[in-house]
């Protein structure tokens, strides 16, 4: 299976790169194939230029900074999201991945007139999501009802790639957490991907 892993956290040494890397072993020795997106080392630009917005409508959107992650994300069977959930959301650098890479014509058709969104992704079979959050499960589940989950099954997959299949790895109070903690996740969590 192709496999596209985007990692969005800014620190080289944080529990999302240790996650990432032992994430990418283990796909490796499985025997997929991998591509690596670490949206912070490649210095990714999240701002949607104006000529991407007034393209958003247009015949043909306005792929000429994006054409290489736009077909990274169309040749990937399973895509795996690494970050941190901060403020209960997406770090900024992959919110603006998704503003400028889902793009119209790639990831998504308009509606027409009267019809609805029609999804392009149609080659992603599943996304896998590993996120860390300092505060605990109660708080995200009961308190705010998953926001990160939510936007990524009903909005994103749910415009774009309506049959793909969701799964989340939540972390909860990642902060300060001890090794047994953090091997216990990698553990429980590396055998779903």
């Not at 015949?59 to 690494?82: H, M, P």
């Not at 505060?135 to 308190?143: E, G």
Request: charge should be positive; proline fraction near 5%; charged fraction near 20%.
């Amino acid at each position: 299976m192709n496999y596209l892993i985007v990692l969005a956290h800014p620190l080289e040494n944080s529990l999302c790169s240790h996650l990432s890397d032992k994430t990418i072993n283990h796909l490796i020795n499985q025997g997929h194939e991998v591509t690596v997106k670490n949206l912070y080392q490649e210095e990714f630009n999240p701002v949607l230029t104006q000529s991407e917005r007034r393209s958003y409508y247009e015949s043909q959107f306005d792929v000429s900074k994006l054409n290489g992650e736009i077909n990274q994300l169309i040749e990937a069977e399973c895509l795996v999201l690494i970050f941190p959930t901060w403020w209960f959301g997406f770090p900024a650098i992959l919110k603006g991945w998704f503003d400028r890479v889902w793009a119209p014509g790639y990831a998504y058709n308009h509606a027409s007139d009267l019809g609805s969104i029609t999804p392009c992704l149609d080659n992603l079979k599943e996304v896998k999501v590993i996120t860390t959050l300092g505060s605990p499960w109660w708080a995200d589940v009961f308190i705010l009802w998953k926001p990160v989950y939510r936007v990524l099954k009903i909005a994103l997959l749910g415009a774009c790639a309506k049959n793909c299949k969701l799964k989340m790895f939540s972390f909860y109070n990642s902060e300060n957490a001890s090794k047994t903690r953090v091997n216990n996740f990698v553990k429980k969590t590396l055998p779903h991907l």
